[in-house]
């Protein structure tokens, strides 16, 4: 790992303290097998570089400073239940990110330099505010897991079958009018959630479909 300069981690604890983001703690909560998780920021240097996993669940944030790009150790980042709408674009630093959960934002956009972080297998970006995609989404050829519903997205990039290790897309309550292309392109998606949709389905959307059924993929629409 590269060193990082002193001052970058002095404004990644500046921005914690004026956010009012508390030392790492221990958060028991009986739902986990570990009996909880740890949420928070270490206030030590160490620390905060070797982290892997960072949860900012809930603290009502309105921005996500670049400066926590430079922790590329980081393997999961939680950012569920704050107010971000967007993310910075030094996000393609985190090259190690294997799960990206960011429900419950104001998400209005997200920046094409997500298409980088190629280890990506979750992405979570239901409740939001989106109305599309970037291109480079498709980028993300590891990704397993795309959760999209409760957002204003009426249609996908046309690549979307370039994921072509995705197993489960959520798609409800949107603005989708019509099915999005090549879904039945996606070989091994086993979980496809259309709810809440105005769909009209076209004789070749049936197909598509019917396609997907026939490769066992669990439909809701």
């Not at 669940?57 to 967007?86: A, D, H, R, V, W």
Request: glycine share 4%; hydrophobic share 40%.
């Amino acid at each position: 790992m590269q060193p990082i300069d002193d001052s970058i981690v002095k404004k990644i604890w500046d921005w914690a303290d004026a956010n009012q983001v508390p030392d790492l703690t221990w958060i028991e909560h009986d739902s986990y097998l570990a009996g909880g998780y740890y949420k928070g920021l270490p206030r030590d240097k160490e620390s905060l570089l070797d982290l892997t996993t960072l949860n900012f669940l809930g603290y009502q944030l309105t921005e996500l400073p670049p400066e926590i790009c430079f922790l590329t150790q980081l393997e999961k980042l939680y950012l569920s239940g704050n107010k971000l709408t967007t993310l910075p674009v030094e996000i393609a630093q985190l090259k190690s990110l294997k799960e990206l959960y960011i429900p419950g934002n104001h998400l209005e956009s997200i920046p094409k330099e997500i298409g980088a972080l190629q280890d990506l297998e979750i992405l979570v970006l239901q409740e939001n505010r989106l109305t599309s995609l970037p291109d480079e989404i498709t980028a993300l050829t590891k990704l397993r897991i795309l959760e999209l519903g409760g957002n204003q997205l009426s249609e996908l990039p046309d690549r979307i079958n370039d994921l072509h290790h995705l197993n489960k897309l959520t798609l409800w309550k949107n603005s989708f009018t019509k099915l999005p292309k090549n879904l039945d392109k996606l070989s091994k998606l086993q979980e496809l959630d259309l709810y809440y949709n105005k769909l009209e389905l076209a004789e070749d959307d049936l197909k598509a479909l019917e396609a997907l059924l026939q490769a066992d993929c669990d439909i809701g629409i």
